[in-house]
């Protein structure tokens, strides 16, 4: 993660303060702890400005839906950890060779409902944010799924489905 992914929220004084802190503590065990206050304060800043902005986040029990899941090779995925999405999407874009070179990553296939995620193309509207994925994301990624699925399902007037 670098300053140019979410540079206001970097700018906050508080999430500077810890980043400095952070930066100077020398102990590994204090720093994995100063690092999970780190995260946890730059994840609630980003859910506050998406607010601000319009935007509602993914609900925390809807985190590992369908919906907030897509296809990734091992290796590319693991590749960006506890990362963010700005850093997400230059990571999946420069995997599927459409990047820039500021990122060392390894070359790979991307499905191509993957890369519609991270370039944010299920999301029509005029109004599409940029800084994480949210949940109006969520909901037109999912309704797209279904689509697709529709297509090999059918469901009986009890609810029950049988494939074509």
Known sequence: MSSKDYRSIFNDTNVQKKID??????????QKKLF???YTSVIKLIEIKMTEEGFAPIPEEEKNSIKNLVLLDSHTNRSYHN???PRKRRIILKASDQGDDDE???VAYIPPCTLKVFIKGYNSGIKVSSIEWNNEDAATYESDIDNKLAYYYIEDDNGTGTSK
């Open 104 to 106: 060392k990553v390894q």
């Open 83 to 85: 990362s963010l999405m």
């Open 21 to 30: 802190t952070y930066k100077s503590e020398c102990d590994a065990k204090e």
């Open 36 to 38: 999970a206050q780190l």
